[in-house]
């Protein structure tokens, strides 16, 4: 009988500031899953990356099961009183919505949830991201599964020779759902030209071409389509199956090592390079860098081994030093071209509030006969 697991992530209040959630506040939510998630899960985790708190759940009623969903957002909200007794920051803040209707997709939390008919033995891992969106996986993702220059298993291991098939959404789409089904190899340029525009277009889902077999699912939702306003980033999760006719953990690991630029940071409104973490780590620079952890697992009938910190290797130490020099050197011009992000995805109405007085005070200069006047 097939397999679910179900990610369901949140921001519901931190320490000082965006740093991390609480030891108290995690306690709630591990009691309520525990107790309440008893009958309706085989198994389930609970992590932080940054100041979000994701509840990693196996079992067997499928995706978008409305009381899977029901135990995250009530764990959730058992957290966030937590949190305003204890006066963190941002106290629920990725609750967006008052009452809970059936699935937490569009409520605020990040969702990842795929279902398959489980291997005989089957490795994957969970991605969680915090200060950036759903767009810093576009390229790891791509290079996992479309690069035989990051993934030799494309070119070595036949089971992976027919390529993957990548979903793409088009998140700036508010009234459903906007998809696009592209395959690789024979689409590469039609995925890049899409996957550059991170703010924009982002992979939910990738399958095995060979077998149809579920790969990747990412979240997919924008706080600021949900709220209206700037309510916090995106900050997305990801699930990835390895090994056999998926890439190999290592190969799915690797595009993390260039600590690419994604849009985060301070403010949600910056370019700053994305650093793998170990998990439960908080932030700190400028309210960053923009961090991503990994937990490497195996799995059997759905029961979870304890999990693998697989950006805990001191390998990734150099890779974090390399990242930070990169997230100063950015720093160093502080608004100015690349370091901000465009008008479009800035995460502050102050600023356009700013324009719109400073645009009454424009003029057109009109030049007469030699002569230089003004007019209104
Ligand atoms: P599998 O083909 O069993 O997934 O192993 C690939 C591999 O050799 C990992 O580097
Ligand atoms: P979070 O989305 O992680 O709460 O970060 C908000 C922010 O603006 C940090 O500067
Ligand atoms: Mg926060
Ligand atoms: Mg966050």
């Known amino acids: 009988m097939a397999i679910t697991i179900s990610v369901i992530k949140a921001d519901i209040g931190s320490i000082g500031g965006h740093i991390c959630p609480s030891e108290r506040l995690l306690d709630a939510v591990r009691a309520h899953v525990a107790g309440k998630g008893a009958k309706l899960l085989i198994d389930h985790r609970i992590s932080y990356t940054g100041d979000d708190v994701a509840i990693l759940m196996t079992h067997r009623r499928g995706t978008g099961d409305a009381e899977v969903h029901r135990l995250a957002w009530d764990a959730f909200l058992a957290g966030t009183a937590v949190a305003k007794q204890q006066g963190l920051y941002g106290a629920g803040q990725d609750l967006l919505k008052d009452a809970f209707s059936g699935n937490v997709r569009g409520m605020g939390p990040a969702v990842a949830e795929m279902e398959f008919d489980e291997r005989p033995n089957e490795p994957f891992l969970f991605f969680a991201a915090d200060k950036t969106d759903p767009g810093a996986f576009n390229l790891p993702l791509y290079l996992a599964f479309a690069d035989p220059m990051n993934t030799p298993g494309l070119m070595l291991a036949p089971a992976m020779a027919k390529g993957f098939r990548f979903a793409v959404m088009d998140v700036n789409h508010t009234q459903g759902d906007r998809l696009i089904e592209l395959d690789a190899p024979e689409g590469l340029y039609e ?58 953990t290592g190969e799915v690991l690797a595009p993390y090592a260039l600590g690419a630029y994604v849009a985060g940071g301070m403010r949600g409104s910056h370019n700053m390079p994305l650093m793998p973490v170990a998990q439960d780590s908080g932030i700190s620079y400028f309210d960053g860098p923009p961090v991503v952890s990994c937990a490497a697992f195996a799995m059997h009938e759905g029961r979870l081994t304890e999990p693998v910190d697989a950006f805990a290797h001191p390998f990734w130490n150099r890779v974090r030093d390399q990242v930070a020099a990169k997230a100063i050197e950015m720093r160093r011009q502080g608004f100015f071209g690349a370091a901000m992000l465009p008008m479009s ?31 209104v």
Not at 227 to 245: E, F, I
């Open 191 to 248: 995925i890049a030209a899409l996957l550059r525009d991170t703010e924009r277009y982002v992979v939910e889902s990738i399958r095995s071409r060979a077998a149809g077999e579920i790969a990747a699912v990412a979240s997919t939702s924008r706080l600021h389509n949900i709220a209206g306003k700037y309510t916090g980033k995106d900050d997305p999760v990801l699930l990835v199956r390895v090994q056999s006719s998926f890439p190999a």
């Open 345 to 375: 995805e800035l995460e502050y109405t102050g600023i356009m509030e700013k324009l719109k007085m400073l645009d009454g005070r424009f003029r057109v200069r009109v030049e007469k006969a030699g002569k230089v006047a003004e007019t």
